[in-house]
C-alpha cells in the first residue's frame, strides 16, 4: 500500500492492530475466510496466502461413543 498499491486484506480474529489497506475484511471462520477470498480473488493481480491456524472443520457428532479399537481422523 505504500508503494501505490490497493491492498485487501481478509483477516480472522485478532488482537494485532491491522496495516492501513484500502479494504479490510474481517472474517470469524476458515469457511468465511476462504468465501471472502474467493469472492475477490478474480479482481486481483496477485493474491498472497497463507492457512489460518485452524483451517480444518469437525465433522458430524457420532451418534454413539467411539469403541477404543477404531480409528479416528480429521479432515
Avoid at 32 to 38: G, L, Q, S, T
Wanted: glycine share 6%.
Amino acid at each position: 500500500a505504500r508503494r501505490g498499491a490497493t491492498v485487501t486484506l481478509v483477516a480472522g480474529p485478532s488482537s494485532v492492530t491491522p496495516p492501513a489497506v484500502a479494504e479490510l475484511v474481517r472474517t470469524r471462520s476458515a469457511a468465511d475466510m476462504h468465501a471472502a477470498v474467493m469472492a475477490r480473488a478474480g479482481d486481483q493481480d496477485v493474491v498472497i496466502m497463507a492457512p489460518p491456524v485452524a483451517h480444518y472443520t469437525l465433522g458430524a457428532a457420532p451418534q454413539k461413543k467411539a469403541l477404543s479399537a477404531r480409528c479416528l481422523s480429521i479432515s
